[in-house]
């Protein structure tokens, strides 16, 4: 591996890894709260509609 | 709006019949297999019976016949219920169910006879590898498409598996058999060497990763929560999840080439990727157990609810036990032993088939027009059979594989080997028999299954069952892409 690569694998590991942590905050967000309730409970409706 | 539109279950029902079918062929063959190595005058000196010839039909059997008539089956249930509308391009739709048994006959016909191309998980040659390519974009065609008509405006994350399985295994399955055909039954890679190895252990890993871990996770994420009829634990875990597992899986194949003539780095980054993909492993595992909280007398009384349990501790327990393998110190006693064997069928029959035998249970009686299974009784029948036969076969197989890496390593005084290799297979017959049992036991079960779907759909095979409607919701403020009206 060249020198070149190697800094260009250490910055995308970075950015990787800080995207991650992104989305893990992103999705942590209390305004998604709601949504994600409602979603949570969407497989449940195919067997309350059963005739 | 008038509701006029109803659920396509008609191509749910045939990957249903062609996944019981499967699993009962697959199976079958992977116990006469068991039965051959634990009495070799069973190969009848026949060529196309040995060992060699027929199990990767057991593994193409049980993977691709079987996990993938469940997958697509449940991928084209889910979707659609999960989005509220009909499943687009109903004629794809069909072309994908024969052209996924045409597949399976294809390849399950030519590799006993030898023809293949001598690549674990991916032995079918070139024509039938571009079959495969040409059904698996039309499914994708045929579930991307339905997304964008969906009626919930978010994807439902149970879908979102279902992509990344549909998306990595096309690029896995292309990528893994670019060859150069000679002639009809023969071709050869453009690869060689360890380079070769790496392109094939990077497809064989990611093939464990994206269609017998995220495909059966999108079935877990809809399944579960519809079984337990609780809402999933931690939706926004789930997402954490996802995107950990596609992130890291990619990057842990090497560890399948741990001293070989891979570069030495490779390997250690195929072991770490192992290590960190604990997080999402347990995190799913979790997520589908903790669903069940204040639900566990359900459990108790439902035998679908019992497979889905079992499955999900499999999960957590063979994940656990796959990142532990890839560490170097752990393979040099693993490696080549049964103790793999040990390890994936923990994964294949404890997590895979329970999961989807838990499912297929659960969608069943819905696709098929019934209140429920025709016969509760057999189904808890079947969960006994399998999680018997399933203990039967891990114990053996484990006991089986550190005996074997225990025995081949060890060395006298002066560094020589003590144990002839002839005495550790005398050594583990015993556990071969002991697995043949429990193989004897998992078939039974399927047969079980397979008969109690068959009377289950009694009123499907009398053409007597309605089309389901689709609720149609209201659409959402600024629901992007907008709804597709219902059809007449």
């Known amino acids: 591996m060249t020198a070149a690569w190697g800094q260009v694998a250490g910055i995308v590991t970075v950015v990787m890894m800080l995207l991650f942590v992104g989305i893990w905050i992103w999705v942590w967000n209390d305004g998604h709260k709601p949504k994600y309730d409602r979603l949570a409970r969407l497989p449940m409706a195919d067997a309350e509609d059963r005739p | 709006m008038p509701n006029t539109e109803t659920y396509n279950d008609q191509i749910v029902r045939l990957f249903l019949l062609a996944a019981a079918v499967w699993g009962v062929a697959g199976m079958a063959i992977g116990v006469f297999v ?16 040995t060992f060699s010839r027929l199990r990767p039909n057991h593994t193409f059997g049980v993977i691709f016949a079987f996990g993938g008539s469940a997958l697509m089956g449940t991928c084209y249930y889910v979707v659609q219920r999960t989005g509220h509308t009909r499943l687009a391009l109903p004629g794809l739709a069909t072309f994908t169910f024969w052209g996924w048994q045409l597949v399976c006959v294809l390849a399950m016909a030519t590799m006993p006879f030898g023809i293949t191309q001598s690549k674990e998980y991916a032995e079918p040659e070139w024509f039938i590898d571009i079959l495969i390519a040409a059904v698996w974009v039309s499914f994708g065609a045929v579930f991307f498409a339905t997304l964008a008509r969906r009626r919930i405006k978010h994807i439902y994350v149970a879908n979102w598996y279902y992509g990344a399985f549909i998306i990595a295994v096309a690029l896995l399955h292309i990528v893994n058999n670019i060859v150069i055909p000679v002639s009809l039954t023969k071709s050869y890679p453009v690869y060689s060497g360890t380079v070769d190895a790496m392109v094939q252990w990077w497809y064989g890993h990611n093939a464990v990763a994206f269609f017998l871990t995220a495909g059966f996770l999108g079935m877990m994420y809809y399944f579960v929560p519809r079984q337990a009829q609780q809402p999933l634990w931690s939706y926004r875990f789930s997402i954490v999840n996802f995107w950990a597992l596609i992130s890291v899986y990619m990057w842990a194949g090497s560890h399948h080439l741990l001293y070989t003539a891979l570069p030495d780095w490779v390997q250690s980054v195929g072991m770490a990727f192992s290590i960190l993909l604990l997080m999402p492993s347990w995190g799913s595992a979790a997520n589908g157990l903790f669903t069940f909280n204040g639900a566990w007398q359900r ?21 656990t036990e796959g990142s532990l393998m890839a560490v170097k110190t752990v393979n040099s006693l693993s490696h080549y032993t049964d103790w793999t064997v040990a390890h994936v069928h923990s994964g294949a029959i404890g ?39 399933l203990i039967l076969y891990v ?16 060395t006298d005084a002066n560094g020589a080997l003590i144990h002839p290799f002839i005495d550790s297979l005398i050594a583990i017959r015993p556990f071969y028999l002991i697995r043949f049992l429990g193989g004897l036991l998992i078939v039974g079960g399927m047969i079980v299954m397979a008969w109690n779907l068959w009377h ?20 959402e403020p600024l629901q992007m892409p907008a709804p597709v009206p219902a059809r007449a």
Do not use: C
């Not at chain 2, 114990?395 to 060890?410: F, P, S």
């Open chain 2, 395 to 410: 114990a053996a197989m484990w006991t089986a594989g550190v005996t074997e890496g225990l025995m081949w390593r060890a």
């Open chain 2, 351 to 389: 997590w895979v088939a329970m999961i989807t035998i838990g499912s297929l249970y659960a969608m069943a009686p819905r696709a098929l027009g019934r209140p429920a299974m025709h016969s509760k009784r057999s189904m808890e029948l079947h969960f006994w059979m399998h999680t018997a036969g």
């Open chain 2, 299 to 319: 459990v108790a009384s439902d035998p679908a609810a019992k497979f889905m349990v079992l499955a999900l501790v499999f999960y957590a327990a063979a994940t």
């Open chain 2, 34 to 49: 068991a039965a051959q190595l634990a009495w070799p005058a069973l190969n009848f000196d026949t060529s196309w019976l």
């Open chain 2, 456 to 475: 289950t759909a009694a009123d499907a095979r009398a053409r007597l069952i309605k089309p389901i409607p689709v609720p149609i919701p209201e659409p």
